[in-house]
């Protein structure tokens, strides 16, 4: 006789909307692990980030599970009043907001604040978009939090310049532009 014995990980549904080329704002919930010690719960961008492939989302009412592969997803929203601390873990380390206008391979254009978790006190934005990989990092808007995967990410227009404007045409007085603020 074969005994077998699962472990069991305590969890809970946060409703997200899913964006990719293929799917336009699919809505579902995904399981965040519940910590059984009471300490700590994971986030949303860590459930993201995880090694796995493939991300459990339930469906509809009845919870049907859809099994989506992370890799073809552009970005992660929270759904309607899912609390920003279930989305990200800010204030737990050093970390540095930059805003930016970031343009993903599906045309969409994002306009917030790049939410980086530094490693050193001198990191640039390059630094840390270049160690993402496939992973997701967050993008502050007015309205949301946006969990954007690296991978979908076409342009990031920061609103720091690099020292004295180059010599030319239009280099007098150079300002950065901004479309309005939105997601």
């Known amino acids: 006789m074969t005994v077998s014995i699962d472990h069991f990980v305590p969890k809970r549904r946060v409703p997200v909307v899913l964006w990719s080329d293929e799917l336009k704002g699919f809505q579902g919930q995904i399981f965040l ?40 997803l552009t970005r ?64 502050l808007t007015p309205t949301t939090i946006h969990l954007v995967s690296a991978s979908a990410v076409l342009l990031v227009k920061l609103a720091v310049c690099a020292g004295a404007p180059l010599a030319g045409a239009g280099s007098e007085g150079a300002t950065v532009e901004w479309g309005p603020p939105g997601d």
Do not use: C, Y
Request: proline content about 5%.
């Open 33 to 72: 692990d519940l910590d059984g010690a009471g300490h700590r719960h994971q986030t949303v961008l860590e459930r993201l980030n995880e090694s796995s492939r493939f991300l459990p989302v339930a469906v509809g009412e009845a919870g049907q599970i859809h099994l989506v592969n992370k890799g073809k």
């Open 76 to 139: 992660v929203t929270p759904g309607p009043n899912v609390i920003s601390t279930d989305v990200l873990s800010r204030g737990f380390g050093p970390a540095r907001e930059e805003l930016a206008e970031v343009r993903l391979v599906d045309g969409t254009v994002l306009h917030g604040r790049l939410w980086m978790p530094l490693q050193r006190d001198s990191q640039r934005v390059s630094d840390f978009l270049n160690m993402q990989g496939g992973s997701f990092f967050a993008l």
